[in-house]
């Protein structure tokens, strides 16, 4: 099983909202990430969680708060967030933080009004 | 800094070749990979090249040369469902930071 499961798929929310994003895999993975893509763009590196402990936060403002509640999870709490935030959330993994090979889920589509 | 070049778009016609080279400029340097992105869907590994050569898989090749800091991506008997992004990427390190190009658009015609 080389799948990695990310709910919701869509979300909408206003600027005053608190909202959370998942992510699961079941691959043994040890590290686990989040990236920020904006259309016609690369995947931008958030976070990375190595071991579930977070080992790379790339400057990302707090109103995204990670969260690794055990190996197989990932979440990331969205809060007061701005309508320049809205793009796909991807969330990967990988066997350990220096492996090549990360796979990645389908993404959330999120919209902030 | 690490930056990565790639073209931004490459067309081709079905059954064709296409090449899409990527040169990095990056510190730490283990490998370079590639990824696949359709529109919509999510970045889905292709190929990782830590060594100098070519690295062949179905349809897809890819190549690398460390001297010159250079690699790419060779696609044969294109199809029309190869048309998607393709993105080279570095791991920086042993910390799992992934950098990527800006992405090349490949449009495979009839």
């Known amino acids: 099983d080389t799948e990695v499961t990310q709910t919701p798929k869509h979300l909408v929310m206003g600027m005053t909202n608190k909202k959370s994003l998942k992510c699961e895999q079941h691959?043994?993975?040890?590290?686990m990430y989040w990236y920020k893509q904006k259309a016609k763009k690369p995947p931008e590196l958030m976070f990375v969680?190595?071991?579930?402990?977070?080992?790379i936060n790339e400057s990302v403002p707090s109103r995204f708060s990670p969260e690794c509640p055990n190996s197989s999870l990932l979440n990331l709490h969205l809060h007061a967030l701005q309508p320049e935030d809205s793009a796909l959330y991807l969330c990967a993994s990988s066997q350990d933080p220096s492996t090549d090979t990360q796979y990645f889920g389908p993404g959330t589509r999120l919209t902030v009004l | 800094g690490q930056s990565l070049e790639q073209p931004s778009e490459v067309t081709a016609v079905e059954g064709a070749i296409v090449q899409i080279n990527c040169t990095y400029q990056?510190?730490?340097?283990?490998?370079l990979s590639w990824y696949q992105q359709h529109d919509g869907g999510a970045p889905t590994f292709l190929s990782y090249n830590a060594l100098d050569g070519l690295e062949e898989t179905g349809r897809f090749s890819s190549f690398l040369s460390r001297s010159d800091s250079y690699g790419y991506l060779l696609l044969q008997e294109l199809q029309m469902k190869d048309s998607a992004s393709y993105f080279c990427?570095?791991?920086?390190?042993?910390?799992?930071?992934?950098?990527f190009g800006q992405g090349t658009t490949l449009q495979v015609k009839p």
């Open positions: 969680y190595s071991y579930e402990k977070l080992s």
């Open positions: 691959m043994g993975h040890r590290a």
């Open positions: 990056t510190s730490g340097f283990y490998g």
């Open positions: 990427a570095v791991v920086s390190g042993n910390t799992g930071k992934l950098i």
